[in-house]
């Protein structure tokens, strides 16, 4: 088996020792699919287009573990490239999560750290807001992605505040993408004025269909197994989901063990009771990977 779909820095890795081969198959990658890539296309014409008064901005949401973060990674990925020597600072992508943060005070710091725009968190919050909104001029940031975003929305206290907020980035012009849980929807909806500029996009459990054995498919190729393992068959496929509940990183990440167990055991294909195997040990653990 050829192994060029492979980091190049591990272009030998079809002779590396069992170990390294398990690590490679647990490191977490992005894997293309047809609902993840309508979004980043969304994400990618946005930044073609010239700036407008009302600027057009996205919302994927989902429950936990959908998939969301790594999909708006990918996005910011894509579409990054490094200054010319001598350009001015332009930085058209900022991408922050709100992990760990419900308040504005935290949202301003964190996209002003992400601008390199010395502050401190002494200062009043609307003047950290003021500086937020020059730093994001200065820098010509065209997308503001904001991850885990319900965090914000989701704490009472200041749910005005936090909309007033987004409205006013909106008006900079900045186009918002952004990702979070149901609430985070159920707020951005109740604004008179959000609500039509956000478009949404929902991710949800995956079913037997062509498009989740494409994805499924397409990670067994990915891993570094010397033999096939058919996890995309028609005989195969249907049970991982049955016992993954059809959850993408449960799934994901259960095939990803099942590899390294599969290698760690001397064996070059993943078994349908190695398969089983890993999943039923995620689900017991309460273990699943970060969305």
Same mark, same amino acid.
């Given at each position: 088996?050829k192994?060029?779909h492979?980091?190049p820095? $591990?272009e ?7 170990e ?7 490191a977490?990658k ?5 609902a993840?890539e ?5 994400f990618?014409?946005?930044?073609k287009?010239?700036?407008t ?5 996205l ?17 910011r =990925?894509?579409?990054h490239?490094?200054?010319a020597? !001598? ?11 709100l992990g760990? *943060? ?24 609307h ?6 909104c ?5 820098a010509?940031? =065209?997308?503001?992605v ?9 704490? =009472?206290?200041?749910? !005005? ?10 008006n ?8 979070g849980?149901g609430g985070a =929807? ?7 004025q ?14 037997? *269909?062509?498009?989740?054995r ?6 067994e ?15 195969? $496929?249907?049970v991982?989901?049955?016992? *993954? ?8 990440? !259960?095939?990803?063990?099942?590899a390294?167990d599969a $290698?760690?055991? !001397?064996?070059?294909?993943? *078994? ?10 995620m ?9």
């Amino acid at each position: 088996m050829k192994y060029d779909h492979l980091d190049p820095r $591990l272009e030998n890795l079809a002779d590396a020792d069992k170990e390294t081969r398990a690590a490679y198959a647990l490191a977490d990658k992005y894997l293309p699919y047809s609902a993840a890539e309508n979004i980043i296309l969304e994400f990618e014409w946005i930044l073609k287009q010239d700036p407008t008064n009302r600027p057009k901005c996205l919302l994927v949401f989902g429950e936990p573990g959908m998939g969301k973060s790594m999909i708006l990674e990918e996005a910011r =990925r894509r579409t990054h490239s490094a200054p010319a020597e !001598g350009a001015s600072r332009e930085i058209p992508v900022v991408m922050i999560s709100l992990g760990g *943060s419900s308040d504005l005070r935290g949202l301003f710091s964190r996209i002003l750290r992400a601008l390199d725009s010395p502050h401190t968190l002494n200062e009043r919050p609307h003047a950290l807001y003021e500086q937020t909104c020059l730093s994001l001029k200065f820098a010509n940031t =065209r997308i503001l992605v904001i991850d885990e975003l319900h965090n914000l929305l989701l704490a =009472r206290s200041h749910l !005005g505040e936090a909309m007033a907020v987004l409205r006013d980035f909106t008006n900079l012009p900045l186009s918002i993408v952004c990702a979070g849980i149901g609430g985070a =929807r159920i707020c951005i909806a109740a604004d008179e004025q959000l609500k039509h500029r956000f478009r949404c996009h929902k991710l949800v459990a995956w079913s037997e *269909s062509q498009d989740t054995r494409s994805i499924v498919a397409t990670l067994e190729s990915r891993l570094p197994l010397r033999e096939p393992s058919g996890l995309a068959s028609k005989k195969i $496929l249907p049970v991982l989901l049955r016992l *993954s509940g059809g959850h993408p990183q449960t799934l994901i990440t !259960g095939i990803r063990e099942a590899a390294r167990d599969a $290698l760690l055991a !001397g064996k070059e294909n993943i *078994s349908l009771t190695t398969a089983k195997n890993a999943i039923n040990r995620m689900l017991a653990e309460k273990y699943e990977s970060s969305a």
